[in-house]
């Protein structure tokens, strides 16, 4: 289970974010926390073979959770200082630059970009042939989640609760979306996704806000969880990883709250189960995936949200947000172990392991997928 802890608190632009880590009561201020010990391994007959295809180095992901993303022939990816261009086929790389700063957050690609940006509020952006920075901005607090590339804009999200949409020319500002935050937050709360022109944006305080893309105007808001409790900790209810969305409806996520949908038009609710998640969910043309507080994974029914199956022997592991892969989910965990599970029964499929801890959701990247591990690798793996 992953506990907040008080003594990790980070303060950013007046607002408090606290780290969230597998311990038990322990940590505060200062004080080490007790590590749970992570559930066995369950033995199974494998039902699908799993292979590394390649391993690309990137920089260390020094706390930050950062995700790689494919485009075209190639998987983009950041870490430490350094950006990277990965071949598709092979895992060789095509450019590999050094930003010159530490980075916090990245990637996104588009329009012949590719951006990243700092814990100091920098963003910046590459050429996607070259690797070279085409212009660099300031924005308001550290840069976080990932940046997403929407028409002639870049959208990137900071620590502050703001929302930039930026020019992809050069930076400039077309529209700002401010948000008041809570006291206390979770550092790797919130998320954003795109689609018809309308962006969804998760917020700590358990909310969901609809913005027009082109303009930042907000078009509506839902509340996924209301924060509950005598204290600040017990009253942390934040959106947690991406929201995702189909051609109807939206779902997110949040921690000590709940795992809900919505209209996409409206925000008129749809259904919504009590869960906690501290990582975030997947969704495909069945069902929502969510990895729980306690490294569970249910799939919920998105047309009723009635739980389907629950794999529940990975608990205490720190497992990621869920990747839907073809006729399977694919999550990773704090060891470093990929675990992929069948999307019709939950029940284990394939297991290979890396070597570091993993806290981003697994990528596709067409032939196979990735995982970003903490010591700063890409690792593709394929699946038959």
């Known amino acids: 289970m992953r506990l907040i802890v008080a003594g990790l608190a980070l303060v950013l632009s007046g607002c408090s974010t606290v780290g969230s880590m597998t311990s038990t009561v322990g940590g505060w201020f200062g004080s080490s926390p ?8 369950v033995e199974f007959k494998p039902a ?7 391993k690309s180095e990137t920089g260390d992901t020094a706390g930050h959770t950062f995700h790689p993303i494919a485009a075209g022939d190639d998987v983009y990816a950041a870490g430490g200082s350094r950006v990277v261009r990965i071949a598709v086929a092979n895992g060789h790389s095509v450019w590999n630059t050094d930003a ?3 980075l916090s957050a990245g990637v996104g690609v588009g329009q012949g970009l590719v951006f990243v940006g700092s814990g ?6 590459l050429d996607q042939a070259s690797g070279q920075v085409r212009w660099k901005v300031a924005l308001s607090s550290e840069v976080t989640g990932q940046l997403l590339a929407v028409a002639d804009m870049v959208i990137a999200r900071t620590g502050d609760g703001r929302v930039h949409g930026l020019a992809l020319a050069d930076g400039s500002r077309k529209w700002l979306y401010t948000r008041n935050l809570p006291a206390l937050s979770l550092r790797e709360s919130g998320g954003m996704v795109v689609r018809d022109g309308m962006l969804y944006v998760g917020f700590p305080g358990g909310k969901l806000v609809a913005l027009d893309a082109a303009n930042g105007a907000q078009l509506w808001e839902a509340t996924v969880a209301l924060p509950r409790g005598a204290t600040e900790l017990e009253r942390v209810a934040d959106v947690m990883g991406n929201p995702v969305a189909d051609e109807r409806q939206v779902c997110a996520v949040a921690y000590q709250g709940r795992v809900a949908c919505f209209d996409r038009r409206n925000g008129a609710p749809l259904w ?4 906690s998640s501290d990582s975030g969910l997947a969704m495909d043309d069945r069902n929502v995936y969510v990895t729980d507080d306690q490294d569970a994974v249910t799939a919920y029914d998105k047309s009723s949200g009635r739980a389907g199956w629950r794999q529940d022997k990975l608990a205490r592991r720190q497992v990621t947000a869920p ?19 069948s999307a019709d029964d939950g029940g284990f499929v394939a297991r290979a392991k890396v070597d570091s801890s993993v806290r981003a959701a697994p990528v596709d ?3 196979g997928f990735a995982v970003q591990i903490d010591k700063g690798s890409v690792v593709a793996f394929r699946l038959k």
């Open 34 to 41: 007790t590590k749970a010990k992570p559930a066995e391994l």
């Open 323 to 341: 990747l839907v892969f073809g006729s399977w989910v694919v999550v990773a965990d704090g060891e470093g172990y990929v675990h992929v599970l």
């Open 48 to 54: 699908a073979s799993i292979a590394e295809a390649w």
């Open 365 to 367: 990247i067409g032939p």
């Open 272 to 275: 919504a189960r009590d869960t």
């Open 100 to 102: 010159g700063m530490k």
């Open 120 to 125: 100091k509020g920098d963003l910046l952006a």
